[in-house]
């Protein structure tokens, strides 16, 4: 399969204009760098002052060595941060492609989860929901019910 082929998601009717540029960013990133078994998600986020950072699944030949594409984005936008100044993201959008030939909006996995709502719980994390297969916005806390939150 050719990533070129793919089927974009459309946007949704719900999804700001800054948050569809994610959308497309995360799209037009993996469709560049997609390979199976090793890039096979994109995520673009956007932070506090509106800078877009993204990040690539990068898939290692032991599990444990893999790293989710929304930690790489993460890591890239602290890295690029004043000395002390803290990460704040307003929102988060990853896809992958699918074996039918399009692109889905996916929700972090759990570790991620984690991650984003240890650092930015209040910020906007799309997912597609199971039932209706829509594209929906969620605060990154509320992916996580009960979490025990940790004092920084």
């Known amino acids: ?25 995360a799209q037009e990133l993996l469709t560049r760098v997609w390979q199976s ?10 932070t ?26 993460m890591g890239t936008a602290r890295g690029a941060l004043p000395a002390g100044e803290p990460l704040s993201i307003t929102s988060v959008v990853s896809v992958q492609i699918k074996p039918a030939g399009r692109f889905r909006i996916i929700a972090p996995c759990g570790v991620c989860r984690e991650l984003i709502s240890d650092y930015c719980p209040d910020a906007t994390v799309w997912v597609t929901t199971v039932g209706d297969d829509e594209p929906v916005p969620l605060r990154a806390l509320d992916l996580l019910p009960e979490k025990s939150r940790r004092q920084w």
């Open 48 to 73: 506090a002052d509106g800078t877009v950072h993204t990040g690539v699944h990068v898939e290692g030949s032991c599990r444990r060595s893999s790293i989710c594409a929304e930690g790489v984005a």
């Open 37 to 46: 078994g090793r890039h096979e998600v994109a995520t673009a986020l956007r």
């Open 1 to 25: 399969m050719s990533a070129t082929d793919v089927r974009p998601v459309p946007t949704p009717l719900s999804m700001s204009a800054a948050d569809a540029e994610l959308l497309a960013t």
